[in-house]
């Protein structure tokens, strides 16, 4: 017959063996055995429980889903401070969800909670120096709400020792938080990049509504509140914003269609050019139609020589190459300190035969033209008009540049003094560039094919060429 104290004991578990996460999408960021998992949230969804239950199963060895050793794990938490972070809500809940009997002691000092198998949780702050989280090899990472860009690597590389017992891919991270800040590191980095997906990362969203236990009446109060309007998407939603606004909000799905297989023969084809030293060359490969609609069917982002870049570019024009025109940005024109040649001389030259023009530099004209083309407007009866301008879905990276591109903003403290800034933030718009050269050429479409001769009036003096 057990007795009374074993039998306390194991009913202490009851919590979190009978832990039913939120959602269904909580639960398989459990089961994920991605490096990096991160759970954007809104305000009240659950993502702090979720973080805290993640940490308890894996210190006490009892983690339902994935592989752990076996206990003592080296555990790290950190959050936003100590006083309100750490003492005020982390180890509050991890008292709440690990048994008492489980708990040796909380070292004050050191802000470590160590556990009778031997686990440590070793407990930071991001208000703590850099050099303070360094140190051994932590098997599991959490990191509440988003932590700064230097305190993250630095722990990512506290999860790579040899002595981990945790296979090729080292310890584990959690980032758990609700992206009240915007578009910062952590949307670029971990969120919209190609390279952010598993088994490396994994995200997911959930949001308020996903808390059965908080009161929808006190959740439509907060929509209605005209304080919540810049960030609710966030703190609703646990979606990424800009503070600042999108530069081309009306770039949309109705912007997009598929791949083009082959380059019909009616399009005039005309290449924007964005080069580069330290950045990756940007092109766009544009095609003008006879109902003067642009259709964005390609693009280059890569780093490289010029010779490199031109191969690029024959490759995917095939037959098409040399393109009907490209114009290119006017830093071009400055002469290599090596060759003494300028890219532009270098792309016009045999082999490569390039015909450039230079770019219209004016970033106001052309960030309108190409909003019109985006949106032309309705037409007299209330219809919308179909857009003048296309990406096609291939060019990832121009996507991407469309859904980034942001208005310029003051800092946080001077940003609710002053109006707002009238110019783009400077950042990730090489292929952006790139197309606004394009449009602002103000090209009149006629076929590729078209051959003009001027007609001499027979009547015309051969000396003068007057009548």
């Known amino acids: 017959m057990m007795d009374i104290t074993t039998e306390q004991k194991l009913s202490a578990f009851g919590k979190l063996l009978n832990y039913t996460p939120n959602t269904q999408k909580l639960l398989s960021m459990h089961k994920s055995d991605s490096k990096t998992r991160l759970i954007l949230g809104g305000k009240r969804a659950g993502k702090t429980t979720f973080g805290v239950v993640e ?11 994935l592989k752990y050793p076996d206990p ?16 005020g809500i982390i180890l ?78 080292g310890g584990k991270m959690l980032v758990t938080c ?3 800040y915007g578009m910062t590191w952590l949307y670029y980095d971990l969120y919209d990049n190609p390279d952010a ?14 808390n059965p236990h908080l009161p929808q009446a006190a959740i439509e109060a907060i929509k209605q509140d005209p304080s919540m309007k810049d960030n609710l998407e966030a703190a609703l939603y646990g979606k990424f914003f800009s503070r600042s606004g999108l530069v081309y909000p009306d770039f ?66 095939g037959k098409r190459y040399p393109p009907n025109l490209a114009v290119i940005d006017t830093s071009a024109n400055s002469p290599q ?33 190409m909003t019109e083309l985006l949106n032309p407007g309705k037409k007299v009866d209330g219809t919308p008009l179909l857009p003048k301008l296309f990406v096609t879905q291939n060019c990832h990276n121009l996507k991407r540049e469309f859904r980034n591109y942001i208005w310029d903003n003051w800092s946080s403290k001077k940003g609710d003094k002053v109006d707002p800034k009238e110019r783009p933030m400077k950042r990730d718009d090489h292929l952006l560039d790139a197309l606004r050269y394009v449009i602002m050429c103000n090209l009149v479409y006629r076929h590729p094919g078209m051959s003009y001769k001027p007609k001499t009036p027979s009547g015309a003096s051969k000396v003068t060429g007057y009548f």
């Open 252 to 317: 949309g799905d109705k912007n997009l269609m598929l791949p083009v297989a082959t380059i019909p023969d009616e399009w005039l084809i005309v290449l924007g050019i964005d080069p580069h030293d330290r950045n990756p060359h940007g092109v766009v490969f544009c095609g003008l139609n006879k109902d003067g609609v642009w259709i964005v069917f390609d693009e280059i982002f890569q780093t490289g020589t010029i010779d490199e870049l031109v191969i690029s570019i024959k490759q995917k024009l």
């Open 55 to 65: 940490c308890a199963w894996a210190g006490l060895g009892i983690h339902p889903y």
């Open 178 to 180: 609700t992206p009240l």
């Open 92 to 169: 509050p809940m991890l008292y709440e969800w690990i048994p008492k009997h489980a708990i040796k002691k909380y070292w004050a000092d050191d802000h470590i909670l160590e556990l009778m198998n031997g686990t440590q949780y070793d407990l930071k702050s991001y208000e703590m120096d850099l050099d303070k989280f360094e140190g051994v090899g932590r098997h599991l990472i959490w990191e509440d709400e988003e932590p700064p860009k230097a305190i993250h690597q630095s722990n990512l590389m506290r999860t790579i020792a040899a002595n981990l017992g945790m296979g090729d891919m």
């Open 337 to 369: 300190s090596i060759s003494g040649k300028s890219v532009k001389e270098m792309l016009m030259a045999p082999p490569h035969g390039l015909y450039l023009i230079d770019a219209h530099k004016d970033v106001t004209a052309g960030r309108l033209a």
């Open 72 to 87: 003592p794990l080296n555990i790290r938490i950190c959050t936003t401070s100590l006083t309100t972070g750490i003492k």
């Open 197 to 210: 997906k598993p088994p490396s990362v994994e995200h997911c969203h959930i949001a308020i509504y996903d």
